[in-house]
C-alpha cells in the first residue's frame, strides 16, 4: 500500500480501510437475516467477534497510519509535541528499568534522554500502538496518550466498550455460548462504527490543524 505523504492520501487510506469493514458489517446484517432459526444464531456469535475485530482493527490501523504520516513529514522531535519525544524513550525505559543496569548504562540512557531533542521523528514503536488482542478502555487510554489525543470521549462509552463488546467477545473465543439479540445488531454496530470513526476524526482533526507541533511550523 502506499504511504500516506499528504493529509488526502491519509485521509483516503482511512477511507478505504473503514470502507471494506462497513461492508462486511453489512453482509453479516444480511446473512443473519436470510438465514433459518439455527443458522441465526451461529451468525449472531460471529457479529460479535466482527465487531470487536474491527473496533481493534481500525484503532490500530488509524494509530499507525497517522505516526507514518507524521513520520514522512521528517520533523525533529524539537517541534513537535513532547509526546513524540516521550514516545521514543517509553519501550526503552520499560527494557532498561526491568535489566540490571551499570551506573554507566543508566548514564548512557540519560545521556540520549537529553541529547536526542534535535534528532528526527522517523517511525513510532509498533509496541506503543499494540492493542494487545484485549481492547479495554484501559488499553485504549493508553494508545491515546501515546497519540495525544483526549480519551474522555471513549470512557463516556467504557461499559459498551469493556462489557458489550470486548466480554463478550472474550466469552465466545473461550468457547461461551454467549449470543446477541437481534434486535441488538442495528444499535450495537453503529454505535462501535460512531466510535470507530472519533478515533479516526480526533487522529485526522491533529493533521488538518498541525496540532502535532508545538507551535505552527
Not at 146 to 153: F, G, M, S
Request: hydrophobic share 40%; proline share 1%; glycine share 2%.
Amino acid at each position: 500500500m502506499s504511504k500516506p505523504y499528504s493529509h488526502a492520501d491519509l485521509s483516503d487510506q482511512l477511507d478505504r480501510d473503514l470502507t471494506w469493514r462497513l461492508r462486511e458489517f453489512s453482509d453479516l446484517k444480511a446473512a443473519i437475516r436470510a438465514a433459518d432459526r439455527a443458522g441465526r444464531r451461529t451468525l449472531l456469535r460471529a457479529l460479535i467477534a466482527l465487531i470487536y475485530a474491527h473496533w481493534e482493527g481500525y484503532v490500530k490501523a488509524c494509530a499507525s497510519k497517522y505516526f507514518q504520516h507524521i513520520a514522512l513529514r521528517r520533523f525533529s522531535y524539537d517541534e513537535l509535541q513532547r509526546q513524540f519525544y516521550l514516545n521514543a524513550f517509553l519501550m526503552k525505559m520499560d527494557n532498561f528499568y526491568k535489566s540490571k543496569a551499570s551506573i554507566s548504562s543508566k548514564c548512557h540512557f540519560l545521556d540520549q534522554v537529553l541529547d536526542s531533542r534535535g534528532e528526527r521523528f522517523s517511525q513510532i514503536n509498533n509496541a506503543l500502538v499494540d492493542t494487545k488482542s484485549n481492547l479495554s478502555i484501559e488499553v485504549l487510554r493508553d494508545i491515546c496518550q501515546v497519540c495525544a489525543i483526549p480519551v474522555e470521549d471513549f470512557v463516556a462509552h467504557e461499559t459498551f466498550l469493556n462489557v458489550i463488546v470486548l466480554k463478550r467477545r472474550n466469552e465466545i473465543a473461550h468457547g461461551e455460548e454467549v449470543y446477541l439479540e437481534e434486535d441488538e445488531i442495528d444499535d450495537i454496530i453503529d454505535r462501535i462504527i460512531g466510535l470507530m470513526r472519533t478515533f479516526r476524526n480526533l487522529l485526522e482533526n491533529k493533521v488538518t490543524q498541525r496540532a502535532y507541533l508545538i507551535a505552527s511550523v
